[in-house]
């Protein structure tokens, strides 16, 4: 699924970033030995190494993330498919670590195949002294398959929401199966579907006492790690565990990225009082054009084709049913010429009140709200208050419909 970032056609579906990272040197075990805190059984399949990994992420964005984090140990999978860690690190504190298998033709340990969910060859676990591990799994089916003997509560978490990105992974597949290809005519809904994959991940990480899985949880509603749609997960994250988990750095490393002037302008905010020059040659700050009830804030460009359809097939028609009873439309354009955005002004039949730096990727707008991707648009009630974001098509006129409609 693409959207515009800026003047460049960006993918949005939620893949692992990739890249290279110096491995360490780590020992291989055997199955012999002492008793052991973390063991198990795997299903051997042809294609894949005979070896299982311990990953340590350094880190918050090397957790899920491929190429990255530490390998502190691995051990051989026997014929029959039991292996055991002989040198695991003594960690006193419940710790977040991964568990990778490779295939073949992997040069590295520390690969993590995660664009489907269901092949994932990695699972993340929390492990702490005296806690002994017992897993199994398939080999070629790793993430899915693994299951756990008695899991500590952390872990139990960790499952939980494995099978929640699981299913609605599988769901959102489905709804986009007929847009393989990319369309502009289909990216708002394919931005839809990936919105709704996301939503049960942070509902999780909302509800879960677990800080580890909360961590995991984050970090799969954007391996990518751009948070740009949905800052409102790292917001409120940061303020649930910079008190429960004040000591942990991996929550002081989420919570740098809410730092003042890092986030979007989130829900719940006033959106700030710009000063907009209007096509109409005047310039009139945001805050005197609010609609009596509310406001459609939205930023799109001539160049944007999911842009242009918003224009013609919702927001106009919302302009023709609304614009006496309430309702305020405000475009924002990051063209840079004035002709072309003139010309869709007139193609698009968007009377509304429309403004524009004419700037394209400089506009200042945008880096005012820390924004860079569109179509965009924040909902304000008549105090400027942002109560929706990025909400289009059919989906937007229902909330229209029902907030002036109560």
């Known amino acids: 699924m693409y959207l515009f970032k800026s003047k460049i056609l960006s993918t949005c579906i939620l893949i692992a970033a990739s890249g290279f990272a110096a491995i360490s040197t780590y020992c291989c075990s055997s199955i012999t030995g002492p008793t052991h805190g973390l063991s198990g059984k795997i299903v051997l399949s042809e294609g894949w190494k005979n070896v299982i990994y311990l990953i340590a992420p350094r880190g918050f964005d090397e957790v899920a993330a491929n190429y990255s984090g530490t390998v502190v140990d691995s051990a051989v999978i026997g014929p029959d498919g039991r292996f055991a860690f002989e040198n695991l690190p003594d960690q006193p504190r419940p710790a977040l670590y991964q ?48 299951t756990m003997e008695k899991p500590s509560p952390d872990n139990e978490a960790l499952l939980n929401l494995r099978t929640i990105r699981q299913s609605t992974y599988q769901v959102m597949q489905a709804e986009l199966e007929d847009a393989k290809t990319p369309d502009e005519h ?170 524009s730096h004419l700037m394209g990727d400089d506009a200042p707008l945008m880096t005012e709200f820390r924004i860079s991707t569109i179509p965009a648009n924040f909902i304000l009630d008549a105090s400027g208050t942002v109560i929706a974001k990025n909400v289009h098509g059919a989906d937007l006129k229902n909330f229209i419909d029902t907030y002036l409609n109560p």
């Open 186 to 355: 289909r990216l708002l809904e394919q931005e839809d579907a990936v919105h709704r994959f996301q939503l049960p991940m942070m509902a999780f990480a909302d509800s879960t006492g677990s800080f580890w899985a909360a961590l995991v949880a984050v970090r799969w509603v954007s391996p990518r790690n751009d948070y740009e749609r949905v800052p409102e997960i790292l917001d409120a994250q940061c303020r649930k565990w910079s008190g429960l988990s004040a000591e942990n750095a991996f929550a002081a490393q989420l919570c740098a990225k809410t730092a003042a002037g890092m986030l979007p302008v989130l829900k719940g905010e006033i959106i700030p009082d710009y000063a907009l020059p209007m096509s109409t040659g005047d310039t009139v700050h945001l805050k005197q054009l609010l609609g009596a009830k509310i406001t459609i804030l939205d930023i799109w460009a001539s160049w944007c084709m999911p842009c242009r359809r918003e224009n013609k097939e919702w927001l106009a028609p919302l302009w023709s049913d609304y614009a006496g009873q309430g309702l305020q439309i405000i475009g924002y354009s990051i063209d840079s010429g004035a002709e072309a955005w003139q010309k869709a002004l007139n193609i698009d039949a968007a009377t509304w009140p429309q403004a």
């Open 99 to 146: 568990l990778t298998v490779q295939p073949v033709s992997s040069r590295y340990p520390t690969m993590l195949t995660d664009e489907v969910p269901l092949s994932a060859n990695y699972m993340p676990v929390v492990l702490s002294h005296g806690s002994p591990v017992s897993i199994n799994a398939e080999i070629d089916r790793f993430q899915a398959s693994f």
